[in-house]
């Protein structure tokens, strides 16, 4: 079935970088944009870019213009996001969610989410 | 941006009753890219409705969206007890591609 598997809990300190994985399977992985959701805790969702695994470009949100990176690993059908200069307001879920072939497309597909926590 | 404000904010009812959840856009939503998500404590959120009025794989018909331009609403017919959760819209017909503030649908 089509699925997307996170990578595990992290914590890092203020400044720092992290980088989480998101692994697709069930389906063409190089056809569906892959986008990025952030949910503080107790707070809504927050969009952060998408990137496209084939061509390999990205987009991003201005708020994170700058700090935020996303790549892709086609043999292993993978995704990162690596988010960097980090601050304890980062302290959040992270969730990849599948779009479509097109940028202007739903997220149909959710991972289970990935908590980074920024504490010194 | 477009900023999606929903309301109300938080919504009361009891099992078998109707839910009426409010999406407004702060300029006109393209081609009606409008979609809402249901999230439980714990829990990613998962897709309800597409296009503003298509309902995704597997989701009840007691859920139903309607709407365009700047003005969307989703309905749950008769409430069940596992759809007290938070709901979310979304808009992807623009970048960047913004969420609703959420509104929580609790048990009265």
């Known amino acids: 079935q089509v699925q997307l598997v996170q990578s595990g809990a992290e914590v890092k300190k203020p400044g720092a970088s992290v980088k989480v994985s998101c692994k697709a399977s069930g389906y063409t992985f190089t056809s569906y944009y892959l986008h990025w959701v952030r949910q503080a805790p107790g707070q809504g969702l927050e969009w952060m870019g998408i990137?496209?695994?084939?061509?390999?470009?990205?987009s991003f949100a201005q708020n994170f213009q700058g700090r935020v990176t996303m790549t892709r690993d086609t043999s292993t059908s993978t995704v990162y996001m690596e988010l960097s200069s980090l601050r304890s307001d980062d302290t959040a879920v992270y969730y990849c969610a599948r779009g479509g072939w097109s940028e202007l497309w739903y997220l149909d597909i959710w991972g289970q989410g990935t908590m980074v926590t920024v504490s010194s | 941006e477009i900023v999606l404000t929903q309301s109300p904010g938080t919504l009361s009812l009891s099992p078998g009753e109707r839910a009426t959840l409010s999406c407004r856009a702060s300029q006109s939503v393209s081609s009606s890219y409008l979609a809402w998500f249901q999230q439980k404590p714990g829990q990613a959120p998962r897709l309800l409705i597409h296009g503003a009025s298509s309902r995704a794989t597997g989701i009840p018909d007691r859920f139903s969206g309607s709407g365009s331009g700047t003005d969307f609403t989703l309905t749950i017919s008769r409430l069940e007890p596992e759809d007290f959760a938070v709901y979310y819209c979304?808009?992807?017909?623009?970048?960047?591609?913004?969420f609703g503030q959420g509104a929580k649908l609790e048990i009265k």
């Open positions: 990137i496209n695994p084939g061509a390999g470009s990205t």
């Open positions: 979304q808009q992807y017909g623009s970048s960047p591609y913004t």
